[in-house]
């Protein structure tokens, strides 16, 4: 009898915290923080690195092909896309004044 009542005292008392909201927040804040670990820190997240000799090229379509991808060359300007009005600008070279 001595154990039993001492088992059903201390279900009541844990039934009885869980149910605080403290201990709620703490419970999902840990549930929480354990996601973010597994999700920053998981095999998934690792840097896929390439030696200097294969990640450098001097254009993207190098890059492309490299990769395995078809590489098609862009349409020409649509003769219809009419010549932009007034004279011809150089880009600036520091656009912020001072």
């Not at 201390?10 to 973010?36: C, D, Q, W, Y």
């Not at 379509?61 to 896309?81: D, N, R």
């Amino acid at each position: 009898m001595g154990l039993s009542m001492t088992t059903d005292r201390f279900a009541n008392s844990m039934s009885s915290a869980l149910r605080h909201p403290g201990v709620i927040a703490m419970i999902v804040a840990a549930l929480t923080i354990a996601a973010m670990l597994v999700v920053d820190h998981g095999p998934w997240s690792r840097a896929k690195t390439q030696p200097a000799h294969v990640a450098m090229y001097a254009t993207t379509g190098e890059a492309a092909h490299a990769a395995g991808a078809k590489v098609l060359p862009t349409e020409p300007k649509s003769p219809v896309e009419p010549e932009r009005p007034g004279p011809k600008t150089s880009p600036t070279v520091n656009p912020v004044t001072p």
